[in-house]
């Protein structure tokens, strides 16, 4: 495969389109974003699909050719009658919330492997025929530790993809497989390669967003592998006809986008199969694999695929949680420097503007700036003043409480194109007061040049009425201006434990001072402390006596009403009630009305709540908080979520019983999720009483995401959202 090179500029000064945005694809591409691939009303031809009833088991439809491989007369008939007594008994008591492996089924030709999922009252089986390299069972699973081991000792990242690589090509037999890595805008790109010589590469190829539109990307977490055998194939249909808006989310076999068959087509690829790479629940990438001719995976290989996957995915997350450990030690050596000095008796902005270099490198930044009201000091390389105070401007109408931070200063902020070289990153904190003192550090333009597998300015083509997509992959090299090096996660963090740092010895520094002040008269001493703590305490105090006479009022109205329904509801706002009190009063004990450390917040709140439900569930929690910093506000509704979901689990999953609950805090780059499994009695039906649209509500204003999976036994229920907002330059 010939491989060229066009090169293009991405300067606003040369191009009218301004900054190259591979978002730009000519044609709407949105359509590909809601094209029913979930419901193609098809599967490809190298297997059968069955429908069957769950309760009496009789097949009601099917696709494939059925009549050729199985049997000429199979509607209407039982699953016993198609596949044997020993696979239909085996659904009977089979789980209905994963895929269930039937195994060996005799058809009319050969042996078929046999799967089935449960949707909607029926059994969708699956059925291909019998196929693999692997002789059997022992030399494969000896093959993957070898496997697992190889990866286990790759020294990085790099070193892991490779072998990764090498190891799926051997273990699928395809001429190329490519490990594909999401960046943050969902594009992606080939960081390892493993091919025979006659093909091209596409190494540090990018690949644009669209290319896998979001609908597909959320099918390769439930489908984690994904094979077209032969991308010329012709669709078999659903029978009867009724039946093609059928929902094949979870069938391998689904039919694919006749887009997609295209694309690969152009790329002159014969059969294709991708195996996600999903870690902590998140896509992550694709092991992407190309053949020149028809070729196929047996249910084995998947199955060992998909554990190789797994594997892998287990590998990075080990290697980017060390790798983030490692520069959070980094950075906290710098920090502890810093933190030595601002406890001295020197002003504030003394002693920030002696350590600005040791600011600067801490978080390796070029340049870094500080203004407090008219004073400005910089050091390292920065912009002109002029310029400086005209971002400081900028930062305080747009900054708020979290850091401020984006690789692309220049799409956030227009006027930053004309110094972009210099102040491309920006990374700023406001240190809040009568004299607010900002901070900013700044990282130099980084002209980077991207390879493309083709233009992906012209990601689609039109013709006539159809959208097709592009023919070209040859390499497409694009010069971007305008972008820094992004700043990572712990370097954010860093910048606001700074900030942190610095209203605490300003706060410190206040309270000496007003010491020193006070000391003159023994009636003032203290008093401003005194009566601040007073009056926090006062107002909660006052607060929680409210509630509790609204509580108490509930309940004597609950006892008087002879209506059971309307007690119920009367018991129900008053449990609600104290959940408000319980948040309440754990967040008026801590200090920092702005930021609060989520897990010691919500550590703190488990406690009280396991007091005030009674001491049979002192050992029923267990709980796992990795440490997050997050602004209050944030932090009330989470406490109010998390009240609201141990309220679900003793109201719903044990029926007012006692029994276990695991609470635990995990991060994702920048969200977290919030997790709170029982050993109940799962979920059963539909909520949408007060407390689930409460819960929705408070959801909705986290800007987050909720789902409810099976925890065999009983409900994990998941909550993601973001830890703070985002850069919009990184936004697709």
């Not at 059971?564 to 319980?582: D, F, T």
Request: negative net charge; hydrophobic residues 40%; glycine residues 6%.
């Amino acid at each position: 495969m010939t491989q060229l090179s066009a090169t293009r500029t991405a300067d606003p000064a040369l191009d009218p389109r301004q900054d190259a945005d591979p978002s730009d694809l000519g044609p709407d591409l949105t359509v590909c974003d809601h094209e029913p691939i979930h419901i193609p009303g098809a599967i490809q031809p190298h297997g059968l699909l069955l429908i069957a009833n769950a309760e009496d088991q009789r097949v009601v439809g099917g696709a494939g050719d059925i009549e050729g491989m199985l049997a000429a007369k199979w509607t209407g008939r039982t699953l016993s009658e198609l596949l044997g007594a020993s696979p239909a008994s085996l659904l009977l008591d089979a789980p209905r919330d994963e895929t269930v492996v039937i195994g060996h089924v005799m058809g009319l030709r050969a042996a078929m492997d046999a799967t089935a999922r449960f949707q909607d009252g029926q059994w969708l089986i699956q059925l291909e025929p019998q196929a693999s390299l692997w002789t059997d069972a022992a030399s494969l699973l000896g093959w993957l530790d070898r496997a697992g081991s190889a990866l286990e000792r790759a020294t990085d990242l790099k070193a892991l993809c490779d072998r990764a690589a090498t190891s799926f090509r051997e273990l699928t037999g395809f001429d190329r497989v490519m490990i594909y890595r999401f960046l943050d805008d969902d594009a992606g790109v080939v960081i390892a390669e493993s091919r025979v010589p006659e093909l091209g590469s596409f190494l540090h190829h990018h690949f644009p967003a669209s290319d896998i539109p979001k609908q597909a990307r959320a099918l390769y977490i439930r489908n984690r592998v994904r094979v077209i055998p032969d991308v010329t194939y012709t669709p078999q249909p659903l029978r009867p006809r009724h039946l093609s808006q059928l929902d094949l989310s979870d069938i391998e076999l689904r039919s694919v986008s006749p887009i997609h068959l295209q694309y690969l087509r152009n790329m002159d690829v014969a059969a294709s199969a991708s195996i996600s790479i999903v870690k902590d629940g998140i896509l992550w990438g694709l092991v992407a694999c190309h053949n020149r001719t028809p070729r196929t995976l047996a249910f084995g290989q998947r199955m060992a695929c998909q554990a190789l996957a797994g594997s892998l995915a287990r590998q990075v997350s080990s290697r980017e949680e060390a790798e983030n450990y490692r520069e959070r030690l980094r950075l906290r050596s710098a920090e502890d420097v810093v933190s030595g000095k601002v406890l001295g008796e020197a002003p504030l902005a003394e002693i920030l503007i002696e350590t600005s270099e040791e600011l600067r490198r801490m978080l390796g930044a070029d340049g870094f700036a500080l203004l407090q009201g008219r004073d400005l000091h910089h050091t390292g390389r920065c912009a002109e003043e002029t310029d400086l105070r005209e971002i400081a401007a900028w930062v305080r109408t747009v900054g708020g409480v979290q850091a401020l931070h984006t690789h692309s200063l220049s799409k956030r902020f227009p006027r930053a194109a004309a110094y972009r070289a210099l102040a491309s990153g920006l990374l700023a904190v406001v240190l809040s007061g009568e004299e607010p003192i900002i901070l900013m550090w700044f990282r130099a333009e980084r002209v980077e040049l991207v390879n493309w597998a083709g233009n992906p300015h012209k990601a689609a083509n039109v013709v006539g009425d159809t959208l097709s997509p592009r023919a070209s992959f040859e390499a497409w090299t694009e010069e971007v201006h305008g972008h820094a090096k992004p700043w990572s996660l712990p370097e954010i963090e860093a910048a606001q434990r700074i900030v942190r740092e610095l209203y605490e010895a300003r706060q410190t520094r206040r309270i000496r001072e007003l010491n020193r002040e006070l000391a003159a008269t023994v009636a003032d001493r203290e008093s401003l402390l005194v009566q601040k703590d007073y009056l926090i305490k006062e107002v909660n105090h006052r607060v929680q006596n409210s509630l509790q006479l609204v509580s108490a009022f509930l309940a004597l109205q609950a006892r008087a009403e002879g209506n059971a329904g309307l007690s119920e509801a009367l018991s129900e706002a008053q449990r609600r009630l104290a959940a408000v009190a319980l948040v309440h009063r754990r967040l008026y004990s801590d200090d920092n009305v702005e930021m609060i450390d989520l897990a010691r917040y919500l550590d703190d709140l488990v406690s009280e709540m396991k007091s005030s439900m009674g001491p049979e569930w002192a050992e029923q929690f267990s709980t796992d908080f990795a440490p997050i910093i997050i602004p209050t506000d944030a932090a009330v509704n989470i406490g109010l979520i998390l009240t609201e979901l141990v309220i679900n689990a003793n109201k719903y999953a044990y029926s007012g019983a006692v029994g276990p609950i695991a609470i635990s805090l995990e991060q994702h780059r920048n969200r977290f999720r919030l997790i709170v499994a029982d050993q109940g009695q799962g979920m059963s039906g539909t909520r949408s009483g007060f407390g689930t649209r409460m819960l929705n509500a408070m959801v909705d204003r986290l800007g987050g995401t909720i789902e409810n999976t099976n925890n065999r036994p009983g409900l994990r229920v998941i909550l993601t959202a973001s830890i703070g907002a985002p850069d919009p330059a990184s936004l697709p």
